[in-house]
């Protein structure tokens, strides 16, 4: 087996002020997402945890952190550690990674399904966090992931011409980033 990727590198130029992103079939006809970057290029699975792992014989640590405090007596109470809240983020920038390359490929489905991911992992960190600083090491990249939802369910409905439903999610997006701003604000004047 040849494990120089030489040629597929020089293939696919990398372009440093262009987000490159691609589909493809493997040989087994499996479908891959790939990203060129600038020393390489990254591969990632369509379906699941983008790199394909299933931590703890789940489909994704969320899943799996979900299934755990649903299976508690009482659920109130518990607390993640911060090594576990650091695989949570792992897991979460691959799924940023994906979302992005989706919107690119204008995969809105696919953006929305990985956005309500990431944003179901920073609710349950907000809930389950041991310290306010690990909160906010998430939280800050909430109203980036409501954005990048709100743009592509605004796409989905323009793809049908739909342009009251695009206005009232873009609206609604908007509500929900001032909302949560407005909340954070209050938190800081409290402290």
């Known amino acids: 087996m040849n494990y120089d990727i030489g040629d597929l590198l020089n293939s696919w130029e990398f372009k440093p002020d262009e987000f490159l992103a691609r589909r493809i079939r493997t040989s087994k006809g499996e479908e891959k997402l790939q990203i060129r970057i600038d020393m390489g290029l990254l591969q990632l699975e369509l379906d699941g945890r983008p790199d394909g792992q299933q931590p703890h014989g789940c489909p994704s640590l969320l899943d799996y952190y979900q299934d755990l ?9 518990f607390v993640l550690n911060e090594d576990e809240c650091e695989e949570l983020f792992q897991e979460a920038w691959q799924y940023y990674h994906r979302y992005l390359s989706l ?16 944003l179901q992992i920073f609710e349950l960190v907000d809930q389950c966090a041991p310290n306010d600083e690990i909160r906010w090491y998430f939280e800050q990249y909430y109203p980036h992931a409501i954005m990048m939802q709100t743009r592509a369910h605004a796409m989905l409905a323009l793809q049908s011409d ?30």
């Open 69 to 77: 405090i649903e299976s508690r007596d009482t659920p109130e109470g």
């Open 103 to 118: 919107f690119n490929l204008e995969d809105y489905e696919g953006v929305v399904t990985d956005t309500e991911h990431t």
């Open 162 to 191: 739909d342009y009251p439903t695009a206005m009232r999610a873009v609206q609604e997006g908007i509500a929900h980033i001032e909302s949560f701003v407005e909340e954070w604000e209050s938190e800081l004047e409290e402290d």
